[in-house]
């Protein structure tokens, strides 16, 4: 089974208003981390948000806020008031830890998010 | 500068050909990591150093030998590759290995 999975194939969104990017994924450890990466034409991954599995609230950073449900193992990002700027590809992420000091951070295959003006 | 810097940005090599690709972390991080990013595929996890010393090599042919001599700097040596690896080679760092990681501009690598 895949570890994050991202079915969305692309997104659009009026500007200034709000999206939803889905994420959900797949673990038996009871300590996680989930992350959602930007990557613009450019190239490079811009880490926007993160979200702990122990964290009771949902984590915001500015117009980024991360809807997590545990029991359903989603943590969707939500972007509001969009910008065209914010027209990339969208990755989820999951962080498990294997042993006392590594982990692995395995990412889904992307959404990409255009803008509309 | 600051954050990740990788050089070069875009490189065209042939199958016989050598070349390196550079990764610089102005964060004062410990970990380092290679990932490789082909098209329609999610990104793949090639190397992880931690404190110099490689703690991961996920099942990477022997034609990609990375170098990491100190904390800031990691390398990826490249030799007879094949058109196959034709990718974006991306470099990321954290403070540790469990930390968030924080990724380059990465280097679009073309083999003819």
């Known amino acids: 089974a895949q570890k994050i999975t991202q079915t969305q194939p692309g997104m659009f969104v009026q500007e200034k208003e709000a999206v939803t990017l889905d994420c959900t994924y797949d673990t038996s450890d009871q300590s996680y981390g989930l992350f959602w990466y930007k990557q613009p034409s450019s190239g490079e991954m811009i880490f926007l948000i993160y979200?702990?599995?122990?964290?009771?609230q949902n984590a915001t950073e500015g117009r980024y806020s991360l809807n997590f449900q545990k029991a359903r193992k989603s943590a969707n990002l939500v972007i509001s008031a969009s910008q065209l700027g914010d027209s990339a590809m969208y990755f989820c992420a999951m962080r498990e830890v294997y042993t006392g000091a590594n982990s692995k951070l395995t990412f889904g295959k992307g959404i990409t998010l255009s803008v509309r003006p | 500068e600051t954050g990740v810097t990788q050089t070069p940005r875009h490189l065209v090599m042939g199958m016989t050909n050598k070349k390196s690709l550079k990764c610089e972390q102005h964060?004062?991080?410990?970990?380092m990591y290679w990932y490789k990013q082909s098209a329609k595929k999610p990104l793949e996890l090639m190397f992880v150093y931690n404190f110099k010393e490689q703690t991961e090599n996920n099942s990477v042919p022997s034609r990609f030998s990375p170098e990491c001599p100190n904390s800031s700097h990691l390398f990826l040596h490249l030799h007879t590759l094949q058109p196959e690896d034709s990718a974006l080679y991306l470099c990321a760092s954290s403070h540790n290995p469990i930390d968030t990681q924080y990724f380059g501009p990465g280097t679009r690598l073309t083999v003819l």
């Open positions: 964060l004062g991080h410990n970990a």
């Open positions: 979200q702990g599995s122990y964290d009771e």
